[in-house]
Every structure is written in structure tokens, then in C-alpha cells.
């Protein structure tokens, strides 16, 4: 018997992918995953944010323009629900930072730039990732409209 952990994870959608229209795409395809998009919300993220939140972020020259990459404008910052939430948002993403993207993954169908972590969507590793994440990004937020995850 295979065992389904019903959960909540974070998936950002960066500037550069809304400006493409990108984004419209990968939230249909998130849907038809059957994951449910619970929020959507559109703010552009701050640096402090970025810098807590990306832990796989570039180093030395490589993170100023990272950082730019994921604050030159609004995000999409999205909460994701379902069932293994967190694989399954991994998976469709195709986010393994040690190998290519597989074509059929979001990210090699959207691959934005070859600049390392410049992805068209960001989703949370674990669960203690999802709930850092979340903490971040919300704290500001009220979300006292959206039931407790089971």
C-alpha cells in the first residue's frame, strides 16, 4: 500500500518568466498535474527575501545577478496543495541542479537562460524548505482565508 501525505508547498515563478508569458503555461500545467493552486500571488520579492529563501543561490560574482534576476520585477509566489505536493512539484518542475532538465519537465520546456538557478519556476525541496519559504514570503500576508493543510 503506497501512502499519500497530503501537502503544502511554494513554487516561485520569476519576473523574466511572467514578462515572456511563460508563466501562463506553467500554471496550467501545475493544474493539470492535479496540484491545487491555492494562491496566487503577484509582488516583486526583495533581496533579503531571495537571499533567505534560495539556499542553492550562486556565490561570490554570480549572486548579484541573480539577485536581480529574481527581483527586476513582480514574481508569481504560489501555494501549491496535494498530495505528495512537494515531489511531485519537484518533478514536474524538473529541478535536479546536478543534471539537465528533462525535455518534458517545465523547466526544459522553458529553459529562460543557461545562467545557473535562473529558472522559470522555483519550488520548495522539503518540507522544512516549504515552511521556511512560507514564512518568508507570507508573514505580511493574511491568509487566514485558507483552511489548515492536513
Same mark, same amino acid.
Given at each position: @500500500?503506497t501512502? *499519500?501525505?497530503?501537502?503544502? *508547498? ?5 519576473? %523574466?518568466?511572467?514578462? !515572456?508569458?511563460?508563466? &501562463? $503555461? ?9 496540484? *491545487? =493552486? ?15 529563501? #534560495?539556499?542553492?543561490? $550562486?556565490?561570490? !560574482? ?7 534576476? @529574481?527581483?527586476?520585477?513582480? !514574481?508569481?509566489? =504560489?501555494?501549491?496543495?496535494?498530495? +505528495? %505536493?512537494?515531489?511531485? %512539484?519537484?518533478?514536474? /518542475?524538473? #529541478?535536479?541542479?546536478? !543534471?539537465? &532538465? ?9 529553459? @529562460? ?7 522559470? =519556476?522555483?519550488?520548495? *525541496?522539503?518540507? &522544512? &524548505? ?9 508573514? +505580511? /500576508?493574511? =491568509?487566514?482565508?485558507l483552511? %489548515?493543510?492536513?
Open positions: @500500500m501512502h *499519500t501525505l497530503h501537502q503544502r *508547498t511554494i513554487g516561485i515563478i520569476p519576473p %523574466a518568466a511572467i514578462r !515572456s508569458g511563460a508563466y &501562463a $503555461p506553467i500554471l496550467e500545467q501545475l493544474q493539470q498535474s492535479g496540484l *491545487t =493552486l491555492t494562491l496566487v500571488l503577484r509582488r516583486t520579492l526583495t533581496k533579503t527575501e531571495v537571499v533567505s529563501i #534560495c539556499r542553492d543561490r $550562486p556565490q561570490g !560574482s554570480a549572486l548579484q545577478p541573480f539577485l536581480e534576476f @529574481m527581483t527586476d520585477g513582480p !514574481s508569481l509566489l =504560489l501555494i501549491l496543495e496535494g498530495s +505528495n %505536493a512537494i515531489q511531485r %512539484a519537484q518533478d514536474l /518542475t524538473g #529541478c535536479r541542479l546536478d !543534471s539537465p &532538465a528533462p525535455a518534458e519537465s517545465i523547466r526544459g520546456q522553458f529553459t @529562460m537562460s543557461e545562467q545557473p538557478l535562473h529558472y522559470v =519556476l522555483y519550488v520548495s *525541496t522539503s518540507p &522544512a &524548505a516549504a515552511l521556511h519559504e512560507y514564512q518568508v514570503l507570507f508573514q +505580511n /500576508t493574511d =491568509l487566514s482565508h483552511k %489548515a493543510s492536513a
